[in-house]
């Protein structure tokens, strides 16, 4: 057992970690704080090769070193320093891709999956996404493109909110608006944290040049199922 298999993740990259159950040829660590999910998910074999991918060559650098230390003859990873929405998907016959996308907004995370959601058409690819806002928009652009939902979760960590989602574009249950299986009712968290997205968006709605009611609205529908 080397180092590489005691990393310790947060709550998030933990569930995240946990979420892959493995058998995949490709998994694509974007992003996600300085490869440390990227390094586990190697450590523990989920895949036949990771790829390591980050727009900020210092950051790759230092996950190379540690990959040259524990795999130096290893064929087992890839770093790449390029725009996530390049991803050099390879097209091999029945190959199974994952790309997990976690820390971005939800912009950021609909500008990437717009680019990436098309080149997947031909390929096996699942993804694995969890913004830091504006999941709503997120949902709503995996709705409009019929992204299917295999998982999602609520994580809790260091007094922030995040959610998870674990979709492809074969998956028969479509990704709800406001969050579906996530859910449980009898969580006391997830109830706080329905509170603090509808009073997010009833300050929002003060601005009269912004319309959030249908939105205030699908999360209110959701609260009476706590009471």
Not at 16 to 27: A, K, P, S
Not at 43 to 67: N, R, T, Y
């Amino acid at each position: 057992m080397n180092e590489l298999s005691k990393i310790k993740l947060g709550k998030r990259l933990t569930a995240i970690e946990q979420l892959v159950q493995g058998g995949y040829d490709h998994i694509w660590d974007c992003c996600c704080d300085h490869g440390l999910l990227g390094l586990q998910l190697l450590a523990s074999g989920k895949a036949k090769k990771l790829h390591f991918v980050d727009i900020v060559p210092q950051l790759l650098e230092e996950i190379e070193g540690k990959l040259h230390r524990f795999y130096p003859a290893d064929k087992l990873w890839q770093v790449h320093c390029l725009d996530v929405a390049t991803l050099p998907l390879p097209d091999e016959p029945n190959a199974k891709h994952l790309i997990i996308i976690v820390g971005v907004g939800g912009e950021l995370l609909v500008e990437l999956l717009s680019k990436l959601l098309p080149l997947t058409k031909t390929l096996n690819v699942d993804f694995i996404v969890s913004p830091v806002h504006h999941n709503y928009l997120l949902r709503t652009f995996l709705r409009d493109h019929h992204v299917g939902l295999i998982d999602e979760l609520i994580i809790a960590e260091n007094k922030r909110f995040y959610e998870v989602l674990f979709i492809n574009d074969r998956a028969s249950i479509p990704v709800s608006l406001v969050g579906d299986k996530m859910w449980n009712f009898n969580n006391i968290e997830h109830q706080r944290y329905l509170q603090e997205t509808i009073s997010h968006y009833q300050r929002m709605a003060k601005n009269p040049h912004v319309d959030v009611t249908t939105i205030i609205r699908a999360y209110q529908r959701l609260s009476l199922l706590f009471a």
